[in-house]
């Protein structure tokens, strides 16, 4: 096993088994020898195979959100002050659309701050106006947006819409059940992608941070 595949593994089982001394050692470690990029790599990583196992039913979904809540808190720790709101990532902002259960937005969020992106959260239960207003005045470029139920789901297209003629460049990616229920669904609404857990986020914002370049 290589040093960094095993940096990696010491680092999950960190993270999972809730040891915040041992992620701080990890990550501090990382940093002082190899800098923030590595560091950002080797938790990204970490963070993408904790989300795939809580798909796979092998962790739990605690253990998932508070991966995300230890290394955002880890990292921050670390990091000369203001360190990250220099790195170039585009802007994320994340809403729950229409309805108010943001539990699986939350473990997105925290996972998607702990490696280094930008996040604004608008809520829960927000409308079409909510988010355009929101979208301007944060100068988002990448829109996470979940839902619960049918219904919202299917109000996402008339949402994706007004952003698409309001903020053409900025990039919509959708999730919640009613999208990983149809696959399709995502596609006829218009989002530009669908995650269907939350190990996904990654691999996706690499396509759209592509895209936006």
Not at 18 to 35: P, Q
Not at 42 to 50: F, K, R
Not at 140 to 168: D, H, N
């Amino acid at each position: 096993m290589s040093e960094d595949l095993e940096k990696k593994q010491q680092l999950v089982r960190a993270l999972v088994s809730v040891d915040k001394s041992a992620v701080s050692e990890i990550l501090s470690t990382e940093f002082t020898t190899k800098g923030i990029d590595h560091v950002a790599d080797t938790l990204q990583q970490a963070l993408e195979e904790i989300g795939t196992a809580w798909e796979n039913g092998s962790m739990s979904l605690a253990q998932v959100y508070m991966s995300g809540v230890i290394s955002e808190e880890i990292l921050n720790s670390i990091l000369p002050a203001n360190y990250l709101s220099k790195l170039t990532q585009p802007k994320i902002g994340t809403a729950v659309f229409l309805d108010h259960h943001n539990l699986g937005m939350k473990i997105v969020s925290s996972l998607v701050r702990s490696a280094g992106y930008p996040v604004v959260d608008l809520g829960v239960g927000v409308n079409v106006d909510n988010v355009i207003d929101f979208i301007g005045k944060e100068e988002i470029k990448i829109l996470l947006i979940s839902v619960l139920m049918l219904p919202s789901a299917l109000a996402v297209e008339e949402l994706i819409q007004e952003i698409a003629r309001t903020y053409p460049d900025v990039k919509i990616v959708v999730g919640g059940a009613p999208f990983r229920l149809d696959t399709n669904l995502s596609e006829k609404v218009g989002a530009h992608e669908m995650g269907k857990n939350a190990g996904e986020i990654f691999e996706i914002l690499s396509r759209l941070k592509r895209e936006l370049i």
